[in-house]
């Protein structure tokens, strides 16, 4: 059995290409937008982005909640929540 290298940071995942990273993050920027937040800023592979001043139904929400998200060069997607106690990093 071979053995496989892995990238000195340990992930096991490669980089991908720039292209293909500015879509996903477009997707995942789309999602959001559909769930109810606004853009705030906005790059190729990174937003601030805001709930909208409306309550949801099923979902409780503060209203004018920012967060920062983004895809890294590997397609990881995080969210940091920028205002509030706790830092509110997610990472998937």
Known sequence: MAATATPADGTG?????PEL???QFAG???A???QGYDVESQGDTEAVIVTRGRRRRFRSQIVGKRQRI???DRGRTTTHGLEGGSD????R
């Not at 509110?88 to 990472?91: D, F, M, Y």
């Open 70 to 72: 983004a895809i890294d």
């Open 88 to 91: 509110g990093t997610v990472e």
């Open 32 to 34: 959001k937008i559909e």
């Open 28 to 30: 995942l920027l789309a």
């Open 21 to 23: 990273r500015k879509k």
């Open 13 to 17: 995942l490669d980089p991908i290409e």
